[in-house]
């Protein structure tokens, strides 16, 4: 987790870099809103992140696919996906479980400073999902299979959270951000955890078109 946030501390200093080069790059522009001009746009998102779960290394993978009005606020569908090295002692032969699980749901993401190249952003999950508890060490053993030594629960999650949003072009779009997950009580393990409450930093890329029937509040004045 202290490389993701060495990258993500990296990765705002140079976008603060390329924002103030391409502002004093040319001044030479007439600003001008047509309200009536409501932008639209919708994208597929990817994320990988790292964060922790009762102390212990996680990692999580994410997909999300939304419509973004006037560039002010997402609303669509996430899914996220995690994999968090309990190393407990426990009902398989390796006494090494570790913790498993995803969850999908709603996603609403308010955007402020959205005429700039970068964004400051509040995304916000809320759904259901699942988790359990598998051998982490993946060992082949001649030892039949049994349901019942892997139970499964489902629980209820929500994970709000502080992005910074830097947009390549008006279909690419780079964020960065930090969440916290909340989640309901479950009970799968006599030695485990019962909620997967916990912080996770991470990367992600949306592609799709952000701007469709863009207004252009600057246009520049060529030059004589």
């Known amino acids: 987790m202290k490389h993701l946030k060495k990258t993500v501390l990296i990765f705002i ?4 870099y390329q924002i ?12 001008f809103n047509d309200r009536k001009n409501i932008v639209h ?3 597929l998102g990817f994320n990988l992140g790292t964060g922790e779960i009762d102390g212990e290394e996680t990692g999580l993978v994410g997909l ?14 996430a899914i996220k996906g995690f994999y968090s090295q309990q190393n407990l002692p426990g009902i398989s032969a390796s006494n090494n479980e570790d913790l498993v699980g995803g969850y999908t749901g709603f996603h609403v993401e308010p955007i402020l400073f959205s005429k700039s190249r970068i964004n ?21 053993t001649n ?7 892997y139970d499964w629960d489902t629980i209820f999650v929500t994970e709000p959270g502080i992005s910074l949003l830097f947009n390549i072009s008006r279909y ?5 951000g930090v969440k916290y997950r909340f989640s309901s009580k479950f009970s799968i393990h006599p030695n485990g955890i019962n909620r997967i409450n ?8 949306k592609v799709g078109v952000f701007n469709l029937g863009r207004n252009r509040y600057k246009k520049n004045i060529p030059n004589e």
Not at 20 to 31: H, L, V
Request: glycine share 10%; proline share 1%; hydrophobic share 45%.
């Open 198 to 205: 916990g912080f996770s930093a991470d990367l992600g890329i």
């Open 41 to 43: 746009g919708v994208y």
């Open 64 to 77: 999300k696919l939304a419509y973004v009005a006037n560039r002010q606020i997402e609303a669509g569908f």
């Open 13 to 16: 200093i140079l976008i603060a």
């Open 143 to 149: 030892e039949d299979f049994n349901e019942d030594d």
């Open 172 to 176: 690419v779009q780079l964020e960065a």
């Open 120 to 140: 400051l952003s509040f995304p916000l999950l809320i759904g259901a999902g699942f988790v359990g508890y598998i051998d982490g060490k993946f060992e082949e």
């Open 20 to 31: 103030n080069a391409q502002e004093s790059k040319n001044d030479n522009y007439i600003e």
